[in-house]
């Protein structure tokens, strides 16, 4: 079991920036992925960022690469999603995700926090 909790959400402005956490625990074992997802209001899910232990290689979704930077504090347990040059259109609820190195399937997610941006 792994468990993820989401933090640092809010009501900004376009243009302004914010910082979400994803403090992860549990049986997480030494090779896997996290991953930032977001669902906006009658949208599917949609893939945000990833980084791996492997290496920290990460990888972005074409709409937020060069504004958001993902990152991971192996000492605290924690991942990053710094976003910056927010758009009205990054509003979503966002959400954590892990899964083994080994397989394609995300197995745990976190509640998710919710990032609304005002134009």
């Known amino acids: 079991q792994v468990q993820l909790v989401e933090s640092g959400g809010g009501l900004v402005q376009a243009g302004d920036s914010l910082r979400l956490s994803c403090a992860f625990s549990?049986?997480?074992?030494?090779?896997?992925?996290l991953a930032w997802f977001r669902q906006a209001p009658g949208k599917e899910r949609e893939f945000v960022a990833r980084?791996?232990?492997?290496?920290?290689?990460?990888y972005y979704a074409d709409s937020v690469k060069g504004r958001f930077t993902i990152s991971k504090d192996n000492a605290k347990n924690t991942m990053y999603l710094q976003m910056n040059s927010l758009k009205a259109e990054d509003t979503a609820v966002y959400y954590c995700?892990?899964?083994?190195?080994?397989?394609?399937?995300?197995?745990?997610w976190g509640q998710g926090t919710q990032v609304t941006v005002s134009s």
């Open positions: 995700a892990w899964r083994s190195l080994y397989t394609a399937q995300y197995a745990y």
């Open positions: 549990g049986r997480t074992y030494s090779d896997y992925v």
């Open positions: 980084i791996s232990t492997s290496g920290g290689m990460t």
